[in-house]
């Protein structure tokens, strides 16, 4: 279910559809296939980073985004939030909150997302910069992107306490290796669902 998933570094996937679909674009490398959409998660600078954006961004692309990253951003913007649905180039785009429980970095009030996206028939969850918080459970996505790192995220416990909660059927961790958290993370948070029935999926940076 991930063979269409590839790990930019930090909070950057790319999906392969078609449409090609781009996941908070930082610190990217090397030559890369231009984005028919790009969804930004909240407007802090390692995910709303505008060289990155312009990288894989064309006049054709279409970036989607809370009003936060609208207010900021260079280039226009879809404004969602969450709990609004759209069908975007025909992939079908959820926005879901994303926020701090016992910390500042993220309050809910901001209004930053995680998404649900739909492309060739797999639906991948996006966490955004989160804690473990209700409006997870039970989404049931079939591929999980979750935030490991602890400090402004879930540390790697934490994360694998929300993944039973969303009950993906495969989960990939993310948001370590750039400003903070290392593979060990990624490893931890692996052992920590062995045995739940949900696969993890390391994925090598690209």
Known sequence: MTQHLHWLGHDCFRIDGPPVVYTDPY???????????????????DHLSEEDLARVAGPGTVVVGPAEVAAKAKVPVDV?????????????VRAVPAYNTDKA????????????????????????DTD?????????PDVALLPVSGTYVMTAEEAARAARAIAPKVVVPMHYGAIVGSDGDAKRFAALLDGSGIEVVIKAKE
């Not at 969602?80 to 079908?92: D, E, L, S």
Request: net charge neutral; proline share 6%; glycine share 14%.
């Open 105 to 128: 970095f993220h309050p809910k009030a901001d209004g930053k997302l995680g998404y649900l996206v739909t492309v060739g028939g797999v639906t991948y969850y996006h966490a955004g």
């Open 80 to 92: 969602i939030a969450a709990g609004q649905t759209r069908t975007i180039k025909g992939v079908t």
């Open 27 to 45: 610190q990217l490398a090397g030559s890369l296939p231009p984005a028919d959409i790009v969804l930004v998660t909240h407007d802090h600078f």
């Open 132 to 140: 473990v918080i209700p409006e997870m459970t039970g989404l049931a």
